[in-house]
Structure formats: structure tokens, C-alpha cells
């Protein structure tokens, strides 16, 4: 209950300082603006930003364009990023973008139109554009679009004391580094420090025996998804990213994989419902509805496939009425079991734990699971029907009807994303849309046939 009234809360203050800042915004005082923003997480401000409407956030960032710094502008969800940016003047993006890693400008550039991304890689220093550059050139969604170019390397025979000694001796280092990453004269990676460890062992230590057992590279081609995976797999907090020729090119960090791994959980969720894997709360209506209409049209035509299978009985549904009351039971409950066995293998699918290695048994639980499922859901419905229709015929229909719906789905929740996966398809694109017209068909087609051949 503490927790409960502790975010509630924040919920409160929050919804408050939203209040008094859109005050502010309309008596156009700068002064109180800075008082409420100033003290503020960027995150939280990215937060505020993004819950505005278009037009009060251009007066927001009209009145206070010079809070804006690089960490606010790497927290904005993109999808209203480029708005905040244009919205800004040219000297305040570039002081922002000027505070930033590779990894995060790199970040901001790649959802960007080109005048956008020129008006930044102008207000970059040259070096700094160079390294932007070489990243963007990279195929979206890579390890090179995710790391960053600024890394600390020590050659690999040093000792404890030269890494110190050069550590606090260099003139620039990243604002945030976990390891200090050791090569050999071709600048391979051959092992990498923990800061710890270094500050904890003897100066005349070698780095080499201090080296973690973790240690593992990445190329610069590998999808994001796997390293993500990776990162969590093997619970890393940096990893060195290599070139075709196995040269270290940059690193990635824990916080820009979790980032990963967060986005993708997103899009999956996005797409099970089939609102789009770029829908956002700040979206207009006419973005929210072209982004949901393809999927409810799409539906359209399978909602038609059991239409037709109804109609297929309409001389039963005449001569028995009570079974059109009865078949949204069958169908409902037949799309939660679905939706709860795709959500399941989904997840399963994209933490690797679903494999073709055991797929099999997985299926093999699924079915054994919607049986069980199925003979109690059957006896409860069976005796319900009996009792309230007096007739054992009716509960005998409901009860076999629910228990082929109830392998169907606990079939179909993990049968159709294997296949999508199989396919080199997004098993979260599609699989909620067929998983649920499988359902409503075959529970409409056993509840129906068998009402026809059992009751007539």
C-alpha cells in the first residue's frame, strides 16, 4: 500500500507541475518556467514534452529554447523529435548536440529527415561529424548504429600503473566508461578491465591477469536484436564492437542494449494488438488511425471467415435460436486461451528460450494444456447449459465444443508464430490476427456441427 500511495504521488505532483507549467507557457513567463523545468531529470522533461499538445509545446520551446540541452533531445520519444528540433534555434542545437556520445547523435540522426541531420552534422566538430558519419553508414538497426566511437584502450601489455597513470593524465575521456578495453598492435580486442579491478590490483600488476572471464566481441553488421540479446544472455555491461577485419571500432554499452531490448518488448506488444510498431501517445489522429486501419481492414476479411462458417448452419441457428446466444461463449473464451498461449510463445520466441530444438515439447504442453483447459471449462459450462436450458443434450454440445476450441487455441498460440518464425516472419506481426480468426472458426464450426448432428 506505500508503494501504491507513493506513485500515486508522483502521479499527483506530476499532473500538478504539468498544470502550473502550461500556466506558465500562457502568461508567457519565462521566470516561472525556469523555476519548474530547471530543477527537472531530462527524462522527465522529454516526459512533459511529449504529453503536450503540438501547439503548446512550440510555446513551450519558444519560451524556453535555452533549457533544451543534449540529454533532453536524447530522451524525446522520435516520434516528436524532429518537431522539437526545427522548433529550436540553430545555436541551441547545436550547443546540445555538442554534449552528446557518437551513440546518441547517431541516435537522433537516423529518424531524421536530411535538412534535419545537416542542420546537426553542421554543428558538429569535424572529428565528431567524421565518426557520425561512419556510424550512420552502417545498416539501420546494426551494432554500428548503436555504438559509440569513444573508447578507452590500453595496449595489451600494460601494467595496473601505466593505465592509471594514463588515465589521469588524458586530457578528454567519455563522461561514462566501464571497462578499459586491452588490444594487441592491430588493435584487435583481446580482453578488457574492469575499472574496479584496476583500482583494487598492484601497480605492477599486469592487465592481462585481471582480465573478466565475460569478455566477447561484437561485429559492426550484427543486428541490435542480438546484441541486445547477448547483453542480457550473458549479463555484459560493455562490449567491444570489431570491424570486418576484427579491428575495434567502438563499444556499446548496457544502457543503449537495454534501450534495445525495451523497444523491441514495445513493438512487439504494438503489433500483437496491431496498432503499428511506431504508435505513440503524442501521435495525431489521422497518424493513429492510418497506423490501426490496415490491421481492422485485414480483420474485416477474417471476421468474414466466420461469418461464413455461420451461415453455413442457419437452418440449425433457426430451429435451435438459443445457440446464437451461446456462441459468443465458445468463440471469447476460445481467443483469451489464444492470446494467452501467443503471448507466452511470443515472448519465449524472442528471448530464445523457443528453439526448433524444443518446439516439439513445447507443442506437445500447449496441447496436453488446452485439454485440461478444455475438460474443465466443459464441465462447467456442461452443467450450467443442462441446468438452465433443462436439456443434457445442450451442455454436451458446449461441453465438446469448448474442449476442441481449447486445443485450438492452446494449439494455434504457439503453432502460428513458430510457423511465422519459421518463415523469417515477425512472429508478434500477424500471429494475434490469425491466432484469433482460428479460434472463432473452429469454435463456431464444433459448436455449430455438433449441435447440428447431436440436437437435430
Known amino acids: 500500500m506505500k508503494e501504491t500511495a507513493a506513485e500515486r504521488d508522483e502521479e499527483d505532483i506530476a499532473a500538478e507541475r504539468l498544470t502550473a507549467v502550461l500556466a506558465a507557457v500562457e502568461a508567457r513567463d519565462a521566470a516561472a518556467l525556469d523555476v519548474l523545468l530547471d530543477p527537472l531529470h531530462a527524462a522527465d522533461i522529454a516526459d512533459l514534452l511529449e504529453q503536450i499538445s503540438p501547439s503548446e509545446r512550440a510555446d513551450l520551446l519558444a519560451l524556453w529554447h535555452g533549457g533544451i540541452d543534449g540529454d533532453v533531445l536524447s530522451e524525446i520519444d522520435e516520434s516528436i523529435r524532429e518537431q522539437v528540433i526545427e522548433s529550436l534555434p540553430d545555436e541551441v542545437v547545436a550547443e546540445a548536440v555538442r554534449e552528446l556520445d557518437t551513440d546518441d547523435v547517431v541516435d537522433i540522426l537516423e529518424d531524421l529527415d536530411e535538412p534535419a541531420q545537416e542542420k546537426i552534422l553542421d554543428a558538429l566538430e569535424d572529428a565528431d561529424r567524421v565518426a557520425v558519419e561512419q556510424a550512420l553508414a552502417y545498416p539501420e538497426y546494426s551494432a554500428g548504429r548503436l555504438m559509440q566511437r569513444e573508447v578507452v584502450v590500453a595496449p595489451e601489455h600494460w601494467k595496473v600503473g601505466e593505465a592509471i597513470d594514463f588515465l589521469r593524465g588524458a586530457e578528454w575521456l567519455p563522461d561514462q566508461f566501464y571497462h578499459v578495453i586491452l588490444t594487441d598492435p592491430r588493435m584487435k580486442p583481446v580482453g578488457y578491465v574492469t575499472l574496479g579491478r584496476i583500482l583494487s590490483a598492484a601497480r605492477e600488476?599486469?592487465?592481462?591477469?585481471?582480465?573478466?572471464?565475460?569478455?566477447?566481441?561484437?561485429?559492426?553488421?550484427?543486428?541490435?536484436?542480438n546484441v541486445a540479446y547477448i547483453f542480457n544472455q550473458y549479463h555484459l555491461i560493455s562490449c567491444p564492437v570489431v570491424d570486418e577485419n576484427g579491428r575495434l571500432v567502438g563499444v556499446i554499452t548496457i544502457d543503449d542494449a537495454m534501450n534495445v531490448l525495451d523497444e523491441e518488448h514495445e513493438e512487439d506488444m504494438l503489433r500483437l494488438a496491431g496498432v503499428g510498431d511506431e504508435s505513440s501517445i503524442s501521435d495525431g489522429p489521422v497518424a493513429t488511425a492510418r497506423q490501426r486501419l490496415p490491421w481492422l481492414v485485414v480483420n474485416?476479411?477474417?471476421?468474414?471467415?466466420?461469418?461464413?462458417?455461420?451461415?453455413?448452419?442457419?437452418?440449425?441457428?433457426?430451429?435451435?435460436?438459443?445457440?446464437?446466444?451461446?456462441?459468443p461463449i465458445v468463440a471469447s473464451t476460445g481467443g483469451i486461451a489464444g492470446t494467452q498461449s501467443l503471448a507466452v510463445a511470443v515472448r519465449a520466441l524472442a528471448t530464445r528460450d523457443l528453439t526448433r530444438s524444443n518446439a516439439a515439447r513445447v507443442v506437445r504442453r500447449e496441447l496436453f494444456a488446452g485439454i485440461l483447459n478444455g475438460v474443465g471449462l466443459a464441465a462447467i459450462l456442461g452443467l450450467a447449459g443442462t441446468l438452465i436450458f433443462g436439456d443434457y443434450h445442450i451442455g454436451v454440445v458446449l461441453g465438446m465444443a469448448m474442449i476442441v476450441n481449447q486445443i485450438v487455441a492452446a494449439l494455434g498460440g504457439v503453432v502460428v508464430p513458430l510457423t511465422l518464425e519459421r518463415f523469417g516472419l515477425d512472429p508478434a506481426l500477424a500471429s494475434g490476427t490469425f491466432v484469433t480468426t482460428l479460434t472463432d472458426v473452429m469454435g463456431f464450426f464444433a459448436f455449430l456441427g455438433l449441435a447440428t448432428v447431436i440436437l437435430l
Do not use: C, Y
Open 300 to 327: 474485416l476479411f477474417t471476421a468474414s471467415l466466420s461469418a461464413l462458417v455461420i451461415g453455413q448452419f442457419e437452418a440449425t441457428i433457426a430451429q435451435i435460436v438459443v445457440l446464437a446466444a451461446l456462441m
Open 205 to 225: 600488476t599486469p592487465l592481462k591477469e585481471i582480465v573478466e572471464d565475460s569478455f566477447r566481441t561484437v561485429k559492426a553488421t550484427d543486428e541490435e536484436a
